[in-house]
């Protein structure tokens, strides 16, 4: 019979801690010891990418996870305790998330569960593509040199949403943590009651029930155990078309503040610090006269009579110059406006397609029969939808501001560009010249409004002036803005201060005239996150234990020794609705390998829940004719499909080449209508390894379904 030959071999400067197949394309995921994650191709092992580790997402891979549809990879980092959804065609974040403990195993699965309201809500999905106007892509990078966006656009961000059909990743982490993310982004569930290190995870496609491996160690010298937990989630199948609806909507709600969170970010990017010129230039001209009069009066006889003191002459002409102020100006009409644009065109669509999914939350929030029991709360939401509110008031007070702040930086430079060139003694061009009184009055209330020194501002940031407005609302901080809109002798204000019942009205969104556009949007981050946190909440206490069983101690050797893949293994029977666990009892049974299985519904059983599974000796004489009858240990074994387990078996006594071998293993061959009688009764308080004798054996003989792995060596 012809053996499995190497084909060929790749030698990588890291050693792998972690692998995982791509569930579509012939892709291999890679983590290695320096925490970079690798993305491979199957067939020629050609890189794809690498993404290095940085300080903000961490440095120590401790699981990978592909999404069912093959298109985002997650890992989980030790080190930072985050969560990185990766796009599969790019090494680059597309969202991350904080989890409490360090994540030891994920799992990502997803429903396979038909039903005619699933299908309906499957096909109405699109309805808010036709109520809501496509999101603006976002640019990709803003060019410093050029002064505008590139006009490469980035979409990225919408392949989180994914496809319809609710997939959920599940992670495991030590001391019994356990979360459910629907579509890997929106938590449902937090589930306690679990002891022990997570090493296997299984959510069932039906969502009834979830299969948990965990290593219990009760003290630093003792063996650690292995236990097998069976954990009922039946509020989630039985809840399945509220689940799924509920999950799209915050899954969307998710994405949306992820845009939003990217458009800050390029709004920042164009936003430079050659607008702070003129303050700290102002600064240093207070710091260094020796005249009494102010700064706004230096401006104003300026303005008034033409003519400039020697100080503010030397500031002009030999500090900001003719040609620095032509750059001041253009950076600042240039920055202004590409602020602008993404205020308009992606701040305020975000967060009205954000208004829209949070409204419509609130209308299934408020059909309690339904969303009742799963903790969708119509109070908590409200809050949401209010904070929502607070930023898109933010947002139009910042245009207003870049507005008002682009016709006052116009006019004034306009005006002291001819002063410039007057005291240079340079031609003035007839068109600079004409300025009307209209002019004049416009340039005379800007110096009075924004040229005033404030010693106090000194304190705070180190300048006397803050001629430049818009910057503030864009630092990412926690101080009250430096100059906040001027509000005296505003109607609307004056007539709401006035007004009791509208003061407190829940029409109209709280505003915060004090805070910049990123204090109000941590704001509305953080009620949002509340908001969503709910549902996790009940629907994790609603997780209970359905079955606890301690199955092996596992040695220190074995413990230590690095493997890419660990026993026991898990898997969901799709079909059948069954949970299996593979797993072996090395000091007991070395030669045998153990099959747990339990319905999905955790209300009914399942004949044969344990066996054990013996090869026949043929198997050994058929690799060496003349040799006595020889011991197999099982390596590793993984479900090849729902009928098919895959082992790799080793040959307790070496010989050279011919020690390991890979089967298939039909599971007809192993449960067969034979032994029905022979039950084995599960004891909580004892061992599944301290039973092992009474536990029924199935000696299965393959025929050709094996091969050696010639010339490798399987651990």
Not at 33 to 52: D, K, T, Y
Not at 490 to 505: A, C, I, Y
Not at 706 to 713: A, G, Q
Request: aromatic content about 10%; some cysteine; overall charge negative.
């Amino acid at each position: 019979m012809p053996a499995f030959r190497q084909v060929g071999e790749k030698q990588l400067p890291q050693e792998v801690v972690f692998m995982s197949w791509s569930p579509k394309r012939d892709l291999i995921a890679l983590a290695n010891r320096a925490g970079e994650v690798l993305l491979h191709r199957l067939a020629n092992f050609q890189r794809v990418w690498s993404l290095p580790p940085n300080e903000n997402t961490g440095k120590e891979v401790t699981a990978l996870a592909w999404r069912p549809d093959g298109k985002i990879l997650a890992f989980g980092l030790a080190d930072t305790k985050r969560i990185i959804l990766c796009d599969v065609e790019k090494p680059e974040s597309l969202h991350s998330f904080s989890v409490d403990l360090s994540i030891t195993y994920m799992h990502w699965m997803e429903v396979t569960e038909e039903s005619s309201l699933l299908t309906s809500f499957y096909n109405a999905e699109d309805e808010s593509n036709l109520l809501l106007p496509k999101l603006p892509a976002l640019p990709k990078n803003y060019s410093t040199t050029a002064k505008i966006f590139s006009e490469e656009k980035s979409d990225e961000i919408m392949k989180l949403l994914g496809d319809v059909r609710l997939n959920a990743l599940v992670l495991g982490g030590s001391s019994g943590f356990i979360e459910i993310y629907a579509y890997g982004m929106f938590k449902i569930a937090t589930v306690t009651g679990v002891a022990g290190s997570c090493r296997g995870l299984c959510l069932s496609s039906d969502l009834k029930s979830l299969s948990v491996i965990t290593e219990i160690q009760s003290s630093s010298d003792s063996e650690a155990e292995i236990t097998y937990f069976q954990l009922d989630t039946s509020l989630l199948s039985s809840y399945l078309p509220e689940v799924t609806r509920m999950a799209r909507k915050f899954t969307h709600i998710s994405t949306l503040l992820q845009y939003i969170k990217l458009s800050l970010t390029c709004m920042c990017e164009a936003w430079e610090e050659i607008l702070m010129q003129m303050d700290s230039r102002l600064t240093k001209f207070v710091q260094e006269k020796n005249t009494t009069t102010s700064v706004q009066d230096e401006f104003m006889q300026l303005l008034l009579w033409g003519k400039a003191s020697l100080e503010l002459q030397a500031l002009l002409m030999n500090q900001l110059t003719v040609k620095g102020l032509k750059k001041l100006g253009q950076s600042i009409e240039s920055s202004y406006s590409s602020i602008q644009k993404l205020v308009i065109s992606h701040l305020q669509s975000g967060s009205e397609a954000l208004l829209y999914h949070l409204s419509e939350l609130k209308g299934m929030a408020l059909w309690k029969q339904k969303y009742e029991s799963l903790g969708l709360d119509a109070s908590g939401i409200d809050e949401a939808i209010t904070a929502v509110g607070s930023f898109i008031l933010k947002a139009n007070e910042l245009l207003q501001v870049i507005d008002s702040s682009m016709k006052n930086f116009k006019a004034f430079f306009r005006w002291l560009y001819v002063a410039m060139l007057r005291m240079s003694e340079d031609h003035v061009l007839p068109e600079l010249n004409k300025m009307t009184q209209k002019d004049i009055t416009f340039v005379a209330d800007f110096l009075t409004e924004h040229f005033n020194e404030a010693p106090e501002l000194y304190n705070r940031k180190g300048k006397y002036f803050n001629v430049e407005r818009v910057g503030q609302y864009l630092k990412d901080e926690d101080d009250d803005l430096v100059s906040p809109p001027n509000t005296e002798g505003n109607q609307w204000f004056n007539f709401l201060k006035d007004s009791t019942h509208l003061k407190e009205s829940p029409l109209l969104f709280p505003y915060y005239p004090e805070k910049s556009l990123h204090f109000v949007k941590r704001q509305m981050e953080g009620v949002i996150d509340q908001c969503l946190q709910k549902p996790a909440d009940v629907i994790g206490k609603s997780v209970h234990q359905a079955a606890c069983m301690s199955l092996y101690k596992i040695s220190q050797s074995e413990d230590c020794t690095p493997q890419l893949f660990k026993l026991p293994f898990l898997w969901n029977d799709k079909t059948s609705n069954l949970h299996y666990v593979l797993f072996t009892m090395l000091e007991n049974s070395i030669s045998k390998i153990h099959i747990l299985r339990r319905h999905t519904d955790t209300s009914r059983s399942v004949s044969n829940g344990i066996l054990a599974v013996e090869f026949g000796n043929f198997l050994n004489n058929s690799i060496n004719e003349s040799s006595d009858s020889r011991c197999y240990s099982c390596l590793d074994a993984h479900f090849y499909d729902d009928e098919t387990v895959t082992v790799v078996l080793k040959e307790s006594v070496q010989q050279e080449g011919k020690e390991r071998v890979l089967a298939q293993l039909p599971l007809s061959s192993v449960y067969t209508d034979e032994d029905q009688d022979r039950k084995f009764i599960w004891d909580s308080m004892e061992r599944l390894d301290e039973r092992s004798g009474e536990i029924p054996t199935r000696t299965v003989f393959l025929e050709n379904q094996w091969r050696v792995l010639e010339n490798m060596k399987a651990h």
